[in-house]
């Protein structure tokens, strides 16, 4: 089972590994920079192809290539490889729809579990929702990195190093690779730190040297990209792979999201209630959106709450009784704010107080007439169910009246034939509002049939 408690941002900083030894991040970064510098600075033939990221999934540049008829007409800008919005939706995908999403590919990451980072077996789909939750990542951007190191999502027989270097964090292009960051688990979360640490460095303006060009990243999410991966890939790998797998699973990174959530609340009815109502809120975003950021509830005049549940409480004291109306509406992490949308919760903890202080008189093969009265104090509920019962001066019940959804505080009658023998009778005046209170005592009074 899906593990989700909120994880604490601060143990996180406390528990992650220092000195972090990052795939050509942090410190591949100044060697990477040295070598394209070193390049810059030799004269080199016009015509000279591009160098080839080393370290690329030689299957997902296969993959990608293959599928690139499907990018249409959109073209690749080495400056500009996805949108902070995109790069940062971490709500694109809940931990289900990436089960569903690794289920529905070639490859067998739907049915593979290993330890996470803290040694703990999880699904490879919990793994990779966790890490982007704490990282702030995208689980998009993590399964597209995971294609583009190792070709994991199409791959049917990865190989034990292909898991065990999966996000490629610790694999620099030359020399040994750090064992730190050896597991599928470690390879998610501290490859999803990487990818979050990596871009922090950005301003407007900024140039970074790749083993194959110089870029200007246009955001912080292409700079943490060419940060994790210095290389621009015109010549395969790299973060043209990156982008292309990107483009194939989930469209355009560039792609701004402008649609809002839509959000549905369970727990509501027309009712009344003597108890406490529970609202459960649930949201989706639309189909390739940023995913839901919030949900949020305005109670009365209240302040808006982000919160998925509301109860509205039905105290002794009665402070809640009366009609409630609640206001709710969703956001998505493109901070597209859903319309508010409204409902009702009714609440009436009083008892009805029925009131027979009228007797009554009938001449046998007559109407009777029996007058009573509901007392229901406001705010409540406007109706109640009578029944009145006729007994014999020894309690037997003779006759038995019921009237459903009778109007409360207001002088009422029951009428029926009377076929009772001649005599003294009593009738007894019971009622139970629409909230399902009933009263404590019967109202009652003489019935004289002649």
């Given amino acids: 089972m899906i593990d989700r408690t909120v994880i604490d941002r601060t143990a996180i900083y406390r528990t992650a590994i220092a000195p972090r030894a990052r795939r050509l991040g942090a410190c591949l970064f100044i060697?990477?920079?040295?070598?394209?510098?070193?390049?810059?600075?030799?004269?080199?033939?016009?015509?000279?192809?591009?160098?080839?990221?080393?370290?690329?999934?030689?299957?997902?540049?296969?993959?990608?290539?293959?599928?690139?008829?499907?990018?249409?007409?959109?073209?690749?800008?080495?400056?500009?490889?996805?949108?902070?919005?995109?790069?940062?939706?971490?709500?694109?995908?809940?931990?289900?729809?990436?089960?569903?999403?690794?289920?529905?590919?070639?490859g067998t990451l739907d049915t593979y579990a290993a330890a996470d980072h803290r040694g703990v077996k999880r699904s490879a789909a919990a793994i990779i929702w966790l890490a982007g939750r704490a990282w702030q990542v995208s689980p998009k951007v993590i399964l597209a990195t995971l294609q583009k190191e190792q070709g994991l999502l199409s791959a049917t027989k990865p190989s034990a190093a292909a898991l065990a270097w999966a996000m490629g964090c610790g694999v620099p292009d030359t020399g040994s690779r750090d064992g730190t960051y050896k597991g599928f688990g470690n390879q998610v979360w501290y490859g999803a730190e990487s990818l979050h640490d990596d871009g922090q460095g950005f301003f407007a303006g900024i140039t970074k040297a790749c083993g194959d060009g110089t870029v200007k990243p246009a955001d912080q999410a292409s700079y943490a990209l060419y940060g994790y991966t210095p290389w621009i890939g015109l010549a395969g790998g790299g973060n043209k792979l990156f982008w292309t797998l990107y483009w194939q699973y989930f469209g355009d990174p560039l792609a701004i999201d402008r649609v809002a959530p839509t959000t549905t609340v369970a727990g509501v009815d027309a009712r009344w209630h003597s108890k406490a109502v529970t609202l459960t809120f649930r949201a989706t975003d639309n189909a390739g959106g940023t995913g839901v950021a919030c949900t949020e509830y305005k109670l009365g005049s209240g302040p808006w709450t982000k919160a998925n549940k509301l109860t509205i409480a039905a105290p002794a004291s009665h402070a809640d009784d009366g009609a409630h109306t609640i206001l709710y509406r969703s956001v998505d992490d493109a901070g597209n704010t859903e319309a508010s949308q409204a409902c009702s919760v009714r609440v009436d903890t009083r008892r009805p107080r029925p009131i027979a202080k009228w007797a009554a008189t009938v001449k046998r093969g007559h109407t009777a007439r029996l007058v009573y009265f509901i007392s229901d104090p406001r705010p409540g509920s406007a109706t109640a169910t009578v029944t009145i019962r006729v007994t014999t001066s020894s309690g037997r019940l003779v006759r038995k009246l019921m009237v459903k959804g009778v109007a409360v505080n207001k002088r009422l009658a029951a009428s029926f034939v009377c076929r009772l023998a001649a005599g003294r009778y009593r009738f007894f005046v019971s009622a139970t509002d629409a909230a399902g209170n009933s009263q404590g005592r019967a109202g009652s009074n003489r019935l004289t049939v002649r």
């Fill in 31 to 106: 060697t990477g920079c040295l070598v394209a510098l070193s390049l810059l600075a030799v004269s080199r033939p016009a015509a000279a192809a591009p160098r080839l990221d080393p370290s690329y999934s030689p299957g997902a540049q296969r993959q990608a290539t293959l599928n690139f008829g499907l990018l249409g007409a959109a073209a690749f800008d080495a400056d500009d490889l996805i949108t902070n919005v995109n790069f940062n939706a971490v709500d694109s995908l809940s931990p289900s729809t990436i089960q569903s999403f690794l289920a529905a590919q070639s």
